[in-house]
T-cell receptor
């Protein structure tokens, strides 16, 4: 089966600019996650969707970050305006619930550099 | 969710067993132990999980102590491709909505 797709793979922008990332989860996976991974750290959950509804966005900096998952399939994550500290890899993951097991499948990520 | 403690780095010779420890002394009765790994420039990959019994799959074995306060991930015959950061995560298993909280993990280097 096809894995989680993300684009672009790399993005370089200047601070105060806007950027958007796209994710296509594995077909049939109702749950979609966006993580931020700063160099040297583990991934940190930004937002979790169940179908097209938000389950958890407690760690999302809502003054500059937004995410949507229209029609419960693809998702976009936007940063507007970007700050230097937003430089990180943004990972998308998807999963389906099977008896409580939460095996998440991750995409390759988008590496963002803010100058 | 309970916190976990892992050594920052470990080395292993190719072909030998890699034993990666994890302490989770505050784990509660309904919390599972999950292991993921992240190879350089890739997203994390699920390895194995368990509640209280030892588990084995095609990738690894998970040994959980009887008091459940620690566990060990075992890669029985490590290869160069097993070089990665390994994350031990504790989460509630009640529903599939519970998030994974990653720490900094153990960086495993497998050498020829």
């Amino acid at each position: 089966e096809a894995g989680v797709a993300q684009s672009p793979r790399y993005k370089i922008i200047e601070k105060r600019q806007s950027v958007a990332f796209w994710c296509n989860p594995i077909s049939g996976h109702a749950t979609l996650y966006w993580y931020q991974q700063i160099l040297g750290q583990g991934p940190k959950l930004l937002i979790q969707f169940q179908n097209n509804g938000v389950v958890d966005d407690s760690q999302l900096p809502k003054d500059r970050f937004s995410a949507e998952r229209l029609k419960g399939v693809d998702s976009t994550l936007k940063i507007q305006p970007a700050k230097l500290e937003d430089s990180a890899v943004y990972l998308c993951a998807s999963s389906y619930v099977r008896g409580g097991l939460n095996e998440q499948f991750f995409g390759p990520g988008t590496r963002l550099t803010v100058l | 969710d309970a916190k976990t403690t892992q050594p920052p780095s470990m080395d292993c010779a190719e072909g030998r067993a890699a034993n990666l420890p994890c302490n989770h002394s505050t784990i509660s009765g309904n919390e599972y132990v999950y292991w993921y790994r992240q190879i350089h420039s890739q997203g994390p990959q699920y390895i194995i999980h368990g509640l209280k019994n030892n588990e084995t799959n095609e990738m690894a074995s998970l040994i959980i102590t009887e008091d459940r306060k620690s566990s060990t991930l075992i890669l029985p015959h490590a290869t160069l491709r097993d070089t990665a950061v390994y994350y031990c995560i504790v989460r509630s298993g009640n529903t599939g909505f519970q998030k994974l909280v990653f720490g900094t993990g153990t960086r495993l280097l497998v050498s020829p």
